[in-house]
């Protein structure tokens, strides 16, 4: 278990189709996990509580090498900086070597 695959779209507050454009992204899992507050991107009641937690500057690598317009769609909507990790429910992602 050291990656996630996005399998199917991943719920959320960003919009639909940037919320498609995971799909197909592998998106190495960190050593450590980490316990926290969840809180959804944008604010708000969070979608994808006990999910995979992945590192935010490796997840927008992955999706950037798929669609460069749903990065910036994130870097322009919501403070990444701020949040160390993103979250994937668990029904959306396969568990890759």
């Given amino acids: ?23 197909g992204a592998v998106i190495p899992l960190p050593k450590q996990s980490s316990v926290g507050i969840q809180v959804g991107a944008r604010g708000g009641k969070p979608q994808n509580l006990g999910g995979y937690q992945v590192e935010t500057t490796e997840a ?5 090498k798929k669609s460069p317009e749903a990065v910036k769609w994130w870097e322009g909507n919501v403070p990444l900086k701020a949040i160390p990790r993103l979250v994937f429910s ?3 992602c396969e568990l890759v070597q």
């Fill in 60 to 64: 927008m690598k992955e999706l950037g």
């Fill in 90 to 92: 668990r029904d959306v």
């Fill in 1 to 23: 278990m050291s990656a996630i695959k996005i399998v199917s779209t991943p719920p959320g507050q960003a919009p639909e189709w940037v919320r498609q454009e995971w799909i």
